[in-house]
């Protein structure tokens, strides 16, 4: 059942590499150097939005298929509230991969069966929180050639924003329209955990009530993982 007090918590998922760590550094404006994300590595940032005051913790859990096991932990254990989905828009294989990982957050982590095309469509659509589908290394899109995106097949399935980012420029980012669009989600992601909590006539705690620019601010970080 849900619980109005538990934490926001919102799951970060894509192939190793694709710059998952990098991009939670990037929204908690930290700017220590990732090392590799073994177990999971939770940064708590503070959102403040027109709407919200909240904590919402980012659980990037690590990519690796060598990892599969611990990551289960993570997908079968938790509750989350948002999904971002990662991929590198100068990798192709990150992009279709993503629907491999929609998959075993929709099945709690377990390993991949082999399901049908309807199985799959049901799996991906019946996914009911926000989804975020990050494209990030934009700044290498001049150099290399990008992929384009197919929206048409089962990543449309998944009915999620879209957006292109690069992760290493904190200056560019601030006050951005990827900024922006990463706070709407986080007030999507809220507005969500807050209206399954009513359904269960949980008590509402409304936030602020004064406008406020839409911001997310780095708090604390907190690491489940061994990082080497
Ligand atoms: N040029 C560029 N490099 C990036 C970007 N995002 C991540 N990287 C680099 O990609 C590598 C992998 O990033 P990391 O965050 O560890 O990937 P993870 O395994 O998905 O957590 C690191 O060397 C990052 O510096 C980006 O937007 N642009
Ligand atoms: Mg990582």
């Known amino acids: 059942m849900a619980d109005s007090t538990e934490k926001i918590k919102v799951l970060v998922l894509g192939d190793s590499g694709v710059g998952k760590t990098t991009l939670v550094n990037l929204v908690s404006n930290t700017n220590s150097k990732p090392s590799w994300t073994v177990g999971c590595n ?24 060598v990892h599969e096991n611990s990551r289960a932990l993570f997908l079968r254990g938790c509750i989350y509230h948002g999904l971002i989905l990662v991929h590198d828009l100068t990798n192709s294989k990150s992009y279709t991969n993503m629907i491999r990982w929609a998959l075993e957050f929709a099945q709690h982590g377990e390993k991949s069966k082999r399901l049908s095309r309807e199985a799959e469509i049901g799996l991906l659509q019946g996914i009911d929180i926000p989804k975020l589908i990050v494209g990030t290394k934009q700044d290498f899109l ?21 957006i292109s980012v690069n992760c290493l420029d904190h200056l ?19 507005k969500h955990k807050k209206n399954a909590s009513n359904r269960f006539n949980r008590p509402f705690r409304s936030t602020t009530e004064s406008p406020a620019p839409s911001t997310s601010r780095y708090f604390s970080s907190l690491d489940l993982g061994f990082s080497f």
Request: glycine share 6%; no cysteine.
């Open 172 to 190: 560019q980012y601030k006050n951005s329209y990827q900024q922006q669009q990463i706070a709407n989600f986080f007030d999507q992601v809220i």
């Open 142 to 162: 001049w150099s290399r050639s990008r992929y384009t995106t197919d929206r048409t097949g089962l990543i449309g399935d998944l009915n999620a924003q879209l």
């Open 42 to 65: 939770v940064e708590v940032i503070y959102h403040e939005s027109r709407e919200y005051s909240e904590f919402i913790e980012m659980w990037d859990v690590g990519g690796s298929l």
